[in-house]
């Protein structure tokens, strides 16, 4: 059974960064053709797909967040994390990390399916000053 939990500060100030790691259990983040994403729902939103790193490292971002964005991984701790800058009061979310898989065709992956079977159970942050 694999678990995910992300860990990380509920309050972050405006214009700092947001950092979140979410540390996996039961599975390796390097095992092929998985991907480790985040996923945030703002209050009253639908989720949102932020980002993800592939079993090889490889990563993937939300154009509309990819110049704020930065995900990487440790995998002597098996542990993914994702950093936010500049963030403001509209980052203010449930943030949370899944498992996802890789579109690939033979050895060639193309990048993730947003088709997730494991979920974190969230983390709220909060930007505020």
């Known amino acids: 059974q694999v678990q995910l939990q992300e860990s990380g500060p509920g309050l972050v100030k405006p214009s700092q960064t947001l950092s979140l790691t979410c540390t996996v259990s039961g599975g390796s983040i390097t095992t092929s053709y998985y991907a480790w994403s985040w996923i945030r729902q703002p209050p009253g939103k639908g989720l949102e797909w932020m980002g993800a790193?592939?079993?090889?490292?490889?990563?993937y971002y939300s154009p509309s967040l990819k110049s704020r964005t930065s995900i990487s991984r440790d995998t002597s701790k098996n542990q993914f994390s994702l950093q936010l800058s500049s963030v403001t009061p509209e980052d203010t979310a449930v943030y949370y990390c899944a498992r996802d898989y890789m579109y690939c065709s033979g050895y060639v992956c193309y990048g993730p399916r947003y088709e997730y079977d494991y979920w974190g159970q969230g983390t709220q942050v909060t930007v505020s000053s």
């Open positions: 790193i592939a079993y090889d490292g490889s990563t």
